[in-house]
């Protein structure tokens, strides 16, 4: 079997198949409020597959609907509704554009119940396709009646029977009962997977400019060029030489996946010893690239990987391959810790694989490019003071970033050490002294203080342009480009932003009490200190004029910490999925009162409860546009 054919095997292996079934589909129904239920409909759907949305124009697939044979004391509220992430495509065959879901979608139903006596029966009629076929129109029947099936003293399919939940703090089984409606927390990580793709192509794209990679771009070229007279093989010989190159990283990240597992890389997010951990490794990583020392593999795995690359044929290529990663280590090393750290802290399974896929791409082009056009080589611009420059930055980026990872571990255990004012002066610090490096003005050797190029001068304006961009954000400005980095406003000590919506309360059971007191609806906040699209929601969406007026005048808010490393007073052992789990701090607790209650175990995560702890509306995971939050908030 050819290396190609290998490469495609391991990619199209990734899905682990297609399931004979495209689209499984589970139903329940519950109440939400004394006189309401909500009828939902779970289906997930298998790689390659989707399911069309609501309401598509006439003439185009079947559309998701939901129709009643019979229907008695029950009046349906609003029309269809669904939680998932839609997409909008132009459809070539039905000439029209269409929405609809991957992986896994919810449609729900509210129903208002005017009659104890009441009964439905219908059905929820979807349609589903991949790029080659499609489905006969598919039809999920459903007949309830009386009242709702509900859960029984805290014990649902999640938390084994017999588990004692009443030992947990502050645990209270009428408003911890759990409401399904939540399990598709994760819609959100679709968009930052793919900016970790982006992130981690511009990493390679960087890598390409270190001193250990760019010298070797004609070296490599011109050993094509030396194995064969012929331009097709020579061509032929450098894509499979950038295919091999990928393999070999897009490797290393599914390794990373399959040692550590999904359920540990969902950990590490926002696991505080393991960001200090994340912290120091950066620390190390930005040492390196300031020359103190260097990141090297051992001598002999390059020795041997470059004898067998001498060797004729695709085995031979791809081994130059291995021999390029290998001996490239101690620049590109940094930065490939850099992305895996940050593809850990992502929390995706797949995470890992998408960040080498990114980085590996970015360095395989350029070899396959030199092949086809050689005349380019001439233009590249030769080795020099320049690649230290760029390895400097490289470290300033990657200190810049481990703080980050501080702050996660400084918030969970309550330090205090590094408020959001402090971070923001120290970004700006390193800003202005890596402005004025690349300017000429200091540096440790000649040759860094030599008169800089036209790249070099603009590099350092901009640098010193960001360091001032940054000041405001030391008295309070929302700063919404770097949101998801800084710590909270709440940790502002020089001034906030009135614009800034902070929690009222960090305690579910006292939300509770005050929705009772005051009447207002409680919005709950289930967020991390780790968590960074919590932290560009806040910036971006809550400092929006409207959405903070109405969260101010209209509800409880109270933020719920997942990774709070409060202790409780007493630790509480409990069987979850047939796996023993042990409650021991509030944020356990909180991420358990997520799981068990909402079905969800990602953040940021926000839902609409009364007083009883009966679901008024949501969930609404991570969308940056206020318009869309607004109407979650308004619509109630």
Known sequence: MSLFCIIISILTAIPFGISSKPVTATKSIDYIAPDTAILTFDLNISNGWHVYSTLLPPGGPTSAEISFDSIRGVEPLDKLQFVGHETANDDPVFKMKVR??????????????????????????????????????QHIEFKYGGTPEQPSNGTTDMISAGTDLSQIEGFDYATWQPVRIGNLAETGNRNTLWGLFLTSFLGGLIALLTPCVWPIIPMTVSFFFKRSAKRKKVIADAVLYGVSIITVYLLLGLAVTVIFGANTLNALATNAIVNILFFLILVAFALSFFGLFEITLPSGWSTQTDRKASAAGLGGIFFMALTLTIVSFSCTGPIIGFLLVDAASNGSIMAPAIGMLGFSVAMAIPFTLFAMFPGWLKSMPKSGGWMDKVKVTLGVIELAFSLKFLSVADMAYGWGILPRDLFIFLWILMALLLGLYLLGIFGKKQSDKAKPGIAGITAGIVSLAFAVWLIPGMWGAPLKAISAFTPPMNTQILGRSTQIVEPQLTDYNEALKASSQTGKPILIDFTGYGCVNCRKMEASVWTDPRVSEIIKQRYILVSLFVDDKTPLKQPVSIVENDTKVKIRTVGDKWSLLQRYKFGANAQPFYVIIDSKGNLLKGPYTFDPNPDHFLKFISQI
């Open 100 to 137: 609809f879901f991957e992986h896994q979608v919810r449609f729900y139903q509210k129903l208002y119940i005017t009659d104890n006596n009441w009964s439905v029966e219908g059905a929820l009629t979807y349609g589903a396709c991949d790029d080659s076929q499609c489905l006969p129109p």
